[in-house]
Structures are given as structure tokens and as C-alpha cells.
């Protein structure tokens, strides 16, 4: 459980993600979850538990419209209080509004202590990337195009910003006429059209 407080003789539980981008699949998972613990602390706490989802990145809310109903039903269901909160949201229902400012000067301030990192942008040089990626072997990409973390989690996109080494690498693939590069061929359509429009 990520956070479990008790103020003034109510229980409070929040799990806590960082951002609110997952699939439809993720989506029903985090309010499975949700509802897990919220069964096993409501035999404890009865209608003194409260229950919140909360997400801190407040410029990511995906899946709102799906969480509010489903936190709705289980509000009735077991007769608590439950609520969806992004970003600064909860610490003004706790009353503490101020806090979510110190947490950004805070963070901004350690962004701003860590040394320089080098940028991995293969984008940049989008020709003389592909001419070096395209030597991978099949297996490489295959395991890159198959990970869905990789691309849920955003780390394909930082690497390839605007995906064109992506789109030369799909060409390269289309061109190669075999069965596994055909087959990365369409793998990658499908990832470019969902990750890149």
C-alpha cells in the first residue's frame, strides 16, 4: 500500500502512481487493485476507511472518465468515500495546498543539482542512425517491437522523439521481402500509427 493514515479516527488509503497513461488493460488492473485493498481494510475500519486513487502528474488523466464511474460504484457499494485525485487536488482536500508548491521548488531545485546527462536523441541524425540501427539483428528489434513497456512507458519515444529513423527502419524492413522482417514490418506499422499517429 502506498500511503495508510489515520486522522481523527478516519483511515486513509492512496495508491499513488505517477502519471495516468495506461491501456485499457492496466486501467482495470489499478481499480482491481484498488478495490483489493479496499476490501481488506474495510473489514478493519468499516465506513471510517476513505479511499483515494491518486496520480501526480496533473497533465495526464487518460483514463478519468473510466476511474471516477468505477471509484463511484465502489463508493456505494461499501459505503465509504471514494475519490480521484491529480496533482495539487489532493493536498487541497487534505487542507495543505502550500505543501504541493514546496514539492515542486523541491523537485526543480534537485533537477537542477544533477550533473549533465547526454542526450540519446537518435532522431537528431535520423540517416546516419538508421544506417547504423538497421545492422541489429532481427532478434534485437524483435524484442524492442515486442516489449510493450518499452512503448507504454515512454522510453521508445525518448529515444526517438519524432520517429523518423523508426519510419526508415519500417521501409527497410517492407523492402527485405523475408518472412521475420515482414513480420517486423507489421509490428512496427502498428506501433508507429498507435505511439506516433
Not at 486522522?7 to 485499457?24: A, G, L, M, P, T
Request: aromatic share 16%; with cysteine.
Amino acid at each position: 500500500m502506498d500511503q495508510y493514515y489515520e486522522i481523527n479516527e478516519i483511515y486513509y488509503f492512496i495508491e499513488q502512481k505517477v502519471r495516468d497513461d495506461h491501456d485499457s488493460t492496466k486501467k482495470r488492473g489499478q481499480i482491481s487493485n484498488f478495490e483489493s485493498k479496499l476490501e481488506i481494510l474495510y473489514k478493519k475500519h468499516k465506513e471510517k476507511l476513505v479511499g483515494i486513487m491518486y496520480f501526480i502528474d496533473p497533465e495526464l488523466s487518460k483514463n478519468k472518465n473510466y476511474y471516477l464511474p468505477e471509484l463511484n460504484k465502489l463508493c456505494k457499494f461499501y459505503d465509504v468515500k471514494t475519490y480521484l485525485f491529480y496533482g495539487k487536488e489532493l493536498f487541497n482536500h487534505l487542507g495543505r495546498s502550500d505543501l504541493w508548491n514546496h514539492i515542486l521548488s523541491w523537485l526543480k531545485e534537485w533537477k537542477d543539482s544533477l550533473p549533465e546527462i547526454p542526450e540519446i536523441d537518435f532522431d537528431k541524425t535520423p540517416e546516419k542512425s538508421f544506417e547504423q540501427l538497421k545492422e541489429l539483428p532481427i532478434r534485437y528489434w524483435r524484442k524492442v517491437l515486442e516489449n510493450e513497456k518499452l512503448w507504454t512507458e515512454g522510453i521508445v519515444k525518448a529515444i526517438f522523439r519524432k520517429g523518423e529513423v523508426l519510419k526508415l527502419l519500417l521501409e527497410y524492413f517492407k523492402q527485405q521481402k523475408d518472412k521475420p522482417h515482414i513480420e517486423l514490418s507489421k509490428l512496427l506499422k502498428d506501433l508507429l500509427k498507435k505511439y506516433y499517429g
